[in-house]
């Protein structure tokens, strides 16, 4: 199983981006879909995450401007980011509980997709 994350980029403050991840591989079922990011010489933090039923839960920093989507049939989750911080700078890693050929539930990490918002 992987999770390849795209739509990173550079855009000026106040901008737009969306962010994609999808799960490829064999996959039995996605439980909850997640982003988080890094900034320099910060700790990663949870950005915005979905649950298999919808459930959502965002960072105090990001609500009202960040929203997560998931498309099921695709195994894949969008991160919508409107009104861009200079300080929503950061990588931004997807992340997704998946069952896989095996009977357990494991954690999968995409490989990080760098958001830079200029002042």
């Known amino acids: 199983v992987q999770l390849q994350a795209s739509g990173g980029g550079l855009v000026q403050a106040g901008g737009s981006l969306r962010l994609s991840c999808a799960a490829s591989g064999t996959i039995f079922s996605i439980g909850t879909m997640g982003w988080y990011r890094q900034a320099p010489g910060k700790q990663r933090e949870l950005v915005a995450a979905?649950?298999?039923?919808?459930?959502?839960n965002y960072a105090d920093s990001v609500k009202g401007r960040f929203t997560i989507s998931r498309d099921n049939p695709k195994n894949t989750v969008y991160l919508q980011m409107n009104s861009l911080k200079p300080e929503d700078t950061a990588v931004y890693y997807c992340n997704a509980a998946i069952r896989g050929s095996s009977s357990r539930i494991d954690d999968y990490w995409g490989q990080g997709t760098l958001v830079t918002v200029s002042s």
């Open positions: 979905i649950t298999s039923g919808g459930r959502l």
